[in-house]
C-alpha cells in the first residue's frame, strides 16, 4: 500500500521520477478562492533547483512549472491543482553504471527487493528530485498560509563541524537567502561554504543542521493523540531524503533537563497567554499555544561520493560502484526551502483541521 | 478533525480520559487466525502500570483488561478487537485546584481554547494514561509479529546525566526487565535509580532517552515518498507523551561524518546482502534492508512537580499552582513498552502494507 | 484491510457480535461543545431493539447504554465519544446447529472462506445487531444536526405488495412513529402489519421500501467528484444489512424521462435560489442545493426463515438447515432508525467537510 | 475537504476541467511488476471519446494519453502512475453565456454557491469529461484483473422505454462494441439507436440503464461492515455523472419477493461451493461468494437540452438559458466504459485489501 499522499485535508499526491519525463503534484483540499502568487511559486522552486550555486550539484533544471487544473482566473477553484514540472537535463546514459548494482547507502536493493522492477536512472523515484513537488504544493501552502498571517522560516545551522552558535527564536533571518549556504549569519555561512568546497575537493560529502521556527500560528493547531502537531512535523521533515533526526523545543537537551527548569510558566502580558519561556517549542499536548513553534532537522552526507566504493549487484556478486556522475556535496543548503515547503504542509493541514473542531 | 486513530491497514483508535470511566482501543485490520495470549497483554500492560515501583507514581491501577469483540475461541476473527481499561483509583478530587488554572508545560491551556470546554481531571484525554491503550494494542501487534519471526526491545539508555554508553546494537536485552528502571546495564541501572531517587525527593522531575531495536524484519518495509518507514516511526514516537526528539540510524551524529565515512558498503554474506556498517539504521530509502532497525527517543522532564509554580486561570489572572498530586519523577521507565508497542505498531501496519506492493 | 471505519470527519467505528459481549462504537471527530441528550440517544436505540411488537424478532434486549468517554458534564469535549451496549438475551446455544453449516443467503459462508475462522453464533459480526452501534453514533449525528436546523425523516413505504403511492415529499412525517410498521400512513400501516403476520404465519419472510427525506441543508454538501453528496448516501444506506438497492431524486424513474421534463428550473422565490420541481431531490454535481433531499432504500426478505433449506456444511457436504432461531418477518420496520442513522453520520461528516472548501 | 480521490490501496486521484489544459490521474498503489498494454488503455479511452458516432455529443477529442511516470521498460514499478490527456477542442467560447447563469438540473449553481469561484467552461470541474481519467485508470485495473482471470462486462439494457428484457446473467457481451449504442443485442440496439435519434431531433435528451457483469472473482472481496463490496460499487457508480440508481442481484425486484423464493440454496458442484439461484447477485454480507457479481445503474437525461429554458443568474436576476452547444442525446452509450472502469478501480482495490485478511 503506497504512500504518495500526504496531508488529510491540504492534501498532495506526488508522482515522478528523477530521469522519467517530469516531477508533479496534485493538491487536492486547498480552500477556493486563494488567489495564486504564479512568480512566488517559481522563485522557491528555484531555491530548490539543482545547479544554482558551486555548493550544489551540476545537473541543470531551470524547474519552470505549469498549472495544469484548478486555478481559473488566478484564482482556486476548490478543485485539484496540478502541478507539473519537465525534466530537461536527464542524461540517463549517466546511471547505466549502476543498472544492476547497488549503490551504498541509496535505495538501490531495497527499490530492486521490494519491487522486483526499478527505474535506476538517478534513483528513479527515490531520488530527491521528487522533492520540486513538495516545494511546488509547499508554495501554495505558504500562499494559504500568508493570508492567515502565519510566517516559516528555515536556515542552516551547521555543516560538519561549523555550527551557528544561537538561540533560533533571537535569530534574523532575513540574512538567509544572501549566502549560498543558506545560513542565517554570513560569517558562519563563509565558514560552512569554505568547508563544503574542501570537502567538495575531496570528492566527499557531509552533513548539516537545519532549523526552523513558525510565527504567528493560532492556538489551537495539532490533534490528540496520534496526530500531535509535532509527531505530523516529524513525520514530515523525517519523510525528507537523508533526513535522520529530528527535535522541537528543548529537544534532545531535554533529557538533561529538570522539571522545574523546563517547565514554561503561564504569564497573562497585555491579554496574551505567554509563557515566560518556550521550552515547550510553542506546543503543548501536541497542540499549538501560540508562542512561535521551532524545531531541528539533521541531514546524514550524501550518499553519492566521487569514490569507487566496493558493493554487490541485484543478484549477490562483488562490484565496485565508481564514483561519478553529478550531486551535491553537502544537501542542507537546497534543503531549506524543502523543509519550509513541509512545515506549510504540516500547518496548512493543521489549520484547516482545527475549522471542524469546536461547535 | 480529530486524530485518535493510527494506522492503514492494522489500525488503532483509541479512547478515553485519565479520570473517566476507563481507557479503550479498538483494533481494526488484525488478520484473522492469530492465537490471542491473554496473559502476554496483560504482562505487558502490566510492565507500563502505575505504582509499580519506587520511581514511578503511586497511583494505583492494576490495568486489568477485558476484551469486548474480535476474539473468538481464543483466535483472531478479523473482525475489530475492542479492549477495555477500567479506570479504578481515579481519586479526581485531587484534580478540583486545576479546574481553571493551567499548569505549567501540561496541555491545559491548549485544551482549553482549542475546545472550549475540557475534562480536567488528571489531564483529561492528554494524560499519558491513555498510553494503556497503545500498550494492550501493541501487544496484538507484537504476538502478529512473533509468528512472523520479528523482535523489538527497547531500554532505558540515559537519566539526566547519567548514560549506557553502548552501540545499541551490542545491548543484551535480556536486563531490562530486571530493574526497576528498565536499563540494559544493572549497573548503571543502579545509578539511575538514585539519581531519579534523588530528583524525586526535591520535588522535581528529569528526563531521558530510550532506545530500541527492531530484529528480522524482511526487506521491504516502509513506502516511498511520504511514508517512509523512519517517517513513521517518527510520528509514532514522537505521538507519545513527553517526547521531544528522534532519530535513527547514526541520528544527529551524521551531522558530522563524511560520505566516505557514514555510507554502509554491501557485502553478500553466505548469500545474504549485508551491509558492513549500519548508519542506516536498517532503513534505506525509507524501506528496510534487512539489517537491525535501530532508534532513540528523548523524553522531557514530567511537567508535573512537587513545587509551587506561578500560572494563570482560563481567563487570564494570576495564580498559583500548587505542587501535589500523583506522579512520576522520571517517565522513562514506564516508557520502555509504550516505545516498544508503537514501534510494534508500526512494523506490523508496514508488514501488511508490503502485502500489496509486489505482483 | 477491514472497513469497520465510516466517515472522514465525524467518523464512526463499529465493534462487537451479535452473541459476544455487547456492541460498540467509537465516535472521532464530533465537535466539542455538543450538549448531549442522554434520553434521546435511548429513544433511537429503542425504535431498533428487538422484540418491539409482533412484527418484528422476539429476542428480547432493552438495549441500554453507557458513554465510557468524550462527554464532560453533559457536554462533548473534542474527545472520541465511545458508547457501549451490552448483550443480554444472547441464547447462543440456538446456533450450535449452524456452527458449521452455511445458512442460505447468510454471509456464513463467506466469512467462513474470507477469514478461516468465524463466530457463528447468530451470524456474529456480520449480523444486523451490528446497527445499534450506527443508531447510537447516529443519535449524536441527529443532535449536532438539530443545533444546525437540519431535519431527517424516513418511514416504510412499502412491504411485499402494499405500496403507499404517495410523492416523499408531501408525506406528513409525524405517523411514523404512531403504528408499528413505521409507515407514514395509518391505512396502509395496517395493510403492512396485516401482510407481515400472514408471511409470519407461513414460516416466511418479505422485503420492503424505506423512503427517507433531509429538510434544510445547507448548500454545498457533498464533494465532486467520487464524493457526491448522493454516492456517500449510497454507500451508507448499501452497507445496511439487506440492502439491494438505492435511488434518489427521480431515480430508475428517470430513465424514462426526457430532459425537458426532468430538468428542475431555477426560480428566485422572496430572494432564495429555488427549483420549481425537484427531480434531482435536492443534489445538483454531488453537492445539495437547498432543496429537500430524499432518497429510497430496498431490503430483501430476511434470510432466516422457519422452513427447512438444503445447504452444505463448511467442507462442502449436503446438509440440511432448520428453520427456528428467533428473527424479523420483515426487516423494514426496525430498520428506519437505521437508515435515518445513516443519513445522519452522512450528512454530519460532510456538513464538517463544507467548513474548509472555501476561504 | 475535497474528494478527487478513490480507493484504498489501488487508488487514484483524478485532476483537470472540461476546458482546461487537460485531464489526467494519478494512480497510487497500482503492484510493481504489472506489464502495460498501451493500446488497451487507448481503446478503453476510445470507447468513452467524444465524437464517435452520430449517438453522442459532436466535440472532437482524440483523448490521446501519456504516460508520465510510474512505468518504466513497460512494467510498473510500484510508484504512482500519471496519465495525461490533454484537451484539444474546448472551444471555451461557447460558454461564455453561462459564466453568470445556472443552468438547470447542472452543477453551476451548487459550485458557485459551494466555492464562490467557478470555471464556468463546460461545466468546469463537473463536467463528464472527468471520467476519461476514470477510464484511463481503470484500464490499468483492468490489466491487473486480467492476470487474476477476473473479467467485466457491462452494456446498454435500456434507453426511455425500449428495453432489454433479458437476465443479465444469460447475456452474450460480444455484441456490445458491435452496435453504437452498446447494447448487447442487436435488434434492441437499432431500436435505441432510432430512438435515441428521434429525440435529438427535438432538440431533447433521454435516460437508460447500464446492466454490468463482473465474473470469476476469488471468494473474499468485500469488508465488513461498512466497506461491503455492494455499497463501494454503489458509490463508485452513483458518483458518475447522471447516475440516479443502483441496484445489485434481485436489486429493487427483492421487495415483492419472499425470503423462500429469494434465498439462494448453497450446493456443492464438482467440489465448488455454488448457488443455486443468485439473487445475491455474488454477494453475501457484503463479501463475494464466487457467483457473478451483477449490478444496474440507472441514469438520467442529460440536463443540456437544445430548448431554451428560465432559469435565474448568479445574482438571482431571471434569465434564459439559450439551447446550444454539443452534448450527448442519450449519456448511456459512452457511458459503458465508464461503468467498467469504476468497478474495476472496486473490485483491484478490494483485491489488494483481501491480501491483508487473513494470517
Redesign the interface.
Known amino acids: ?6 496531508g ?2 491540504f ?1 498532495i ?5 528523477s530521469h ?3 516531477i ?1 503534484v ?1 493538491i ?2 486547498c ?4 488567489p495564486i502568487d504564479l512568480e512566488f511559486i517559481q522563485s522557491e522552486l528555484s531555491r530548490r533547483k539543482p545547479g544554482q550555486s558551486r555548493v550544489t550539484t551540476q545537473r541543470k533544471e531551470e524547474d519552470t512549472y ?1 498549472i ?3 486555478v ?2 488566478g ?8 502541478i ?1 514540472i519537465k525534466n530537461k537535463d536527464q542524461k540517463s546514459k549517466d546511471y547505466s553504471h549502476i543498472a544492476e548494482s ?1 549503490r ?4 538501490d ?3 530492486q ?7 535506476y536512472r538517478g534513483g ?3 531520488s530527491a528530485r ?1 522533492t520540486a513537488a513538495r516545494v511546488a504544493a509547499g508554495a501554495i501552502a505558504k500562499i ?1 498560509l500568508k ?1 492567515k498571517g502565519i510566517s516559516i522560516h528555515a536556515g542552516v545551522t ?1 555543516v ?2 561549523i555550527k551557528l552558535e544561537q538561540d533560533i527564536q533571537t535569530i534574523d533571518w532575513s540574512n538567509v537567502e544572501k549566502n549560498i549556504v543558506r545560513c542565517p549569519n554570513s560569517k558562519v555561512a563563509e565558514q560552512m561554504e569554505e568547508y563544503i568546497m574542501s ?1 567538495r575537493k ?1 570528492g ?6 537545519i532549523g526552523c521556527i513558525i510565527n504567528d500560528c493560532p ?2 493547531l ?7 502537531l ?10 525528507i531524503n537523508a533526513v ?9 537537551n ?7 527548569d ?7 502580558i497585555d ?1 496574551k ?1 505567554t ?1 515566560a519561556s518556550n ?3 510553542g506546543i ?6 501560540g508562542m512561535p513553534i521551532y524545531f531541528n532537522v ?8 566521487m ?1 569507487d ?4 549487484t541485484n543478484i ?3 562490484t565496485t560502484v565508481v564514483g561519478k556522475g553529478r550531486h551535491d556535496p553537502c544537501v542542507v543548503p537546497r534543503a531549506v526551502p524543502i523543509v519550509e515547503a513541509m512545515a506549510a504542509l504540516v500547518i496548512a493541514d493543521f489549520y ?8
Chains 1, 2, 3, 4 share one sequence.
Request: charged share 20%; glycine share 16%; net charge neutral.
Open positions: 500500500m503506497a504512500g504518495n499522499t500526504y488529510q485535508i492534501k499526491t506526488s508522482f515522478g521520477e522519467g519525463m517530469g508533479g496534485v487536492d483540499g480552500p477556493a478562492g486563494l505549469v495544469q487544473s484548478g481559473f482566473e484564482v482556486t477553484t476548490g478543485t485539484p491543482i496540478s507539473y547497488f551504498p547507502s541509496h535505495a536493493m531495497t527499490y527487493e521490494k519491487y522486483g522492477h526499478r527505474d528513479g523515484r527515490s521528487e494559504f493570508k551547521q560538519g563541524p570537502v575531496e566527499d560529502t557531509v552533513g548539516g543542521l492556538i489551537g495539532g490533534e490528540p493523540v496520534f496526530d500531535k509535532h509527531a505530523e512535523l516529524a513525520k514530515a521533515m523525517m519523510s535522520k533526526g529530528f527535535e522541537y523545543g528543548s529537544g534532545f531535554a533529557i538533561n533537563m529538570k522539571g522545574s523546563h517547565n514554561d510558566l503561564w504569564k497573562n491579554g497567554k509563557t521550552f515547550s517549542g503543548q499536548g501536541g497542540i499549538s499555544n539533521a541531514f546524514k552526507p550524501v550518499a553519492t561520493i569514490k566504493q566496493d558493493s554487490i549477490g556478486e562483488k484547516l483541521r482545527l475549522q471542524t473542531d469546536k461547535l
